[in-house]
């Protein structure tokens, strides 16, 4: 089985709705992260967090949420989609004091 | 922002032939990574090469840090077309353990 899993892996929504994006891991790692990847533009970071009580934005947050609801689930909210939120959107962790990430298969958005 | 800017932004060669991609940046480091990614997959890590180091290998990858240009470099020898990916490298600035990624190399390997 992977070792981060991304649910779901596809998803068509309008503008408006809201939607979650969820990430579960099987490395025991204390750090996860979301990043948000377009053509041309390589990966964004979105939210990170460093333990279950630590959440910091990233590069790109407005018009995002997330929930660590434990050390091994992380989820992305948008609250109201809109269209430029389209994207490839990707979950990452990594060990504590470890600089490696390792990804998830992503999941791909797109707003109407 | 992106700290990393990979060149070129894409590569076309045939099979057996080396490939070899750029990576600049524009603060002091900590370390640099290079990453794989097939198309519309997650990012597999491939090397990670600190500081003080000039060159790392692994397998039949090459990587070389140049702190003072700023800059790495990734060889990849005798290539093969299940190399066909994007290569990205990220970068670690002191006192963070968040690589910042740079917008990628395409690689397209012909058999």
């Known amino acids: 089985d992977a070792d981060v899993t991304q649910t779901p892996r596809n998803r068509i929504t309008k503008t408006g709705k809201r939607i979650m994006l969820e990430c579960s891991q099987t490395?025991?790692?204390?750090?996860m992260y979301w990043y948000r990847q377009d053509p041309g533009l390589g990966l964004r970071l979105i939210y990170y967090s460093f333990d279950v009580k630590d959440i910091n934005k990233g590069e790109i947050s407005d018009g995002y949420s997330v929930s660590r609801q434990a050390q091994a689930k992380f989820s992305l909210s948008l609250e109201s989609a809109i269209p430029n939120q389209t994207a490839l959107y990707f979950c990452?962790?990594?060990?504590?004091?470890?600089?490696?990430?390792?990804f998830g298969p992503g999941t791909r958005l797109l707003v109407l | 922002s992106q700290q990393g800017e990979e060149d070129p932004q894409a590569l076309s060669i045939q099979e057996g032939e080396n490939a070899t991609m750029n990576c600049s940046y524009k603060?002091?480091?900590?370390?640099l990574q290079w990453y794989r990614q097939n198309s519309g997959r997650g990012l597999v890590h491939l090397i990670l090469i600190r500081s003080n180091e000039r060159e790392k290998h692994s397998g039949r990858l090459r990587v070389t840090l140049d702190t003072s240009k700023k800059s790495s470099s990734l060889l990849i020898t005798a290539s093969r077309a299940a190399d066909t990916a994007s290569y990205f490298c990220?970068?670690?600035?002191?006192?963070?353990?968040?690589?910042?990624f740079g917008r990628g190399t395409s690689l397209i390997v012909h058999p």
């Open positions: 603060t002091s480091i900590n370390n």
């Open positions: 990452a962790t990594s060990g504590r004091n470890q600089e490696t990430q390792y």
């Open positions: 490395k025991g790692h204390d750090r």
């Open positions: 990220a970068t670690v600035r002191g006192g963070s353990y968040i690589p910042t």
